[in-house]
């Protein structure tokens, strides 16, 4: 609880300007995820790990306040803690339907010795808003903010495979390199980098 605060009031004094305010398809909206948003989206990264879209382990209790201080970080600070502690770029929006969130679609940057770039870590909709083109227009609003010059990754879990998900990323320029891939149980899609270069680790 006390490390909630210190990431709050650092928000406070470095908070990166808020992310634009999309409507789309009527009376959805797109936007950047808020401290509000935390619990909203931890229960739906559970309630997809429980149905096997994402990785198992979500679903245990021990990790709730390694994911929760994940997001929360995000939603302030627009950086957030690696599984090796390093502060990474990490961004987060979520989508409301006549302003009750729906959605989320969260991108990360990837920092490791022989990588780097960014993943479309998790993306997420309630059952009843689904086949809807959200999606894809969730997906490429991010893709549009982070301008890397870096590739992009994503990953899809072969145990459970999501065809929609993978429809949505080969029409956004997504190609399978699963080619070589340590692994296993995932199916491995990038895009490469974008011609529009910035600066990363959530400097956009």
Not at 94 to 106: A, D, E, T
Request: aromatic share 12%; glycine share 8%.
């Amino acid at each position: 609880m006390f490390r909630k605060y210190i990431v709050i009031v650092l928000g406070l004094f470095y908070r990166k300007p808020e992310l634009p305010k999309i409507r789309f398809l009527g009376d959805y909206i797109i936007e950047g995820a808020k401290l509000s948003d935390v619990d909203f989206i931890y229960n739906r990264i559970v309630e997809e790990a429980d149905a096997g879209y994402f990785n198992d382990r979500f679903s245990n209790d021990d990790l709730k306040n390694g994911i929760c201080d994940q997001i929360l970080c995000t939603t302030q600070l627009r950086k957030a803690p690696n599984n090796k502690g390093v502060q990474c770029g990490s961004v987060l929006s979520i989508v409301k339907h006549n302003n009750l969130s729906i959605g989320f679609v969260w991108c990360r940057e990837i920092s490791e010795e022989n990588d780097s770039g960014w993943e479309l870590y998790l993306t997420s909709f309630a059952p009843e808003h689904r086949g809807k083109g959200l999606g894809g227009m969730s997906v490429s609003y991010m893709l549009n903010l982070i301008h890397s010059e870096f590739d992009i990754y994503a990953r899809i879990y072969k145990n459970r495979p999501n065809k929609p998900m993978v429809q949505i990323l080969k029409s956004l320029g997504f190609k399978d390199c699963s080619a070589g891939n340590s692994y296993l149980d995932t199916t491995i899609y990038k895009k490469s980098a974008l011609k529009v270069q910035s600066p990363v680790n959530g400097s956009y």
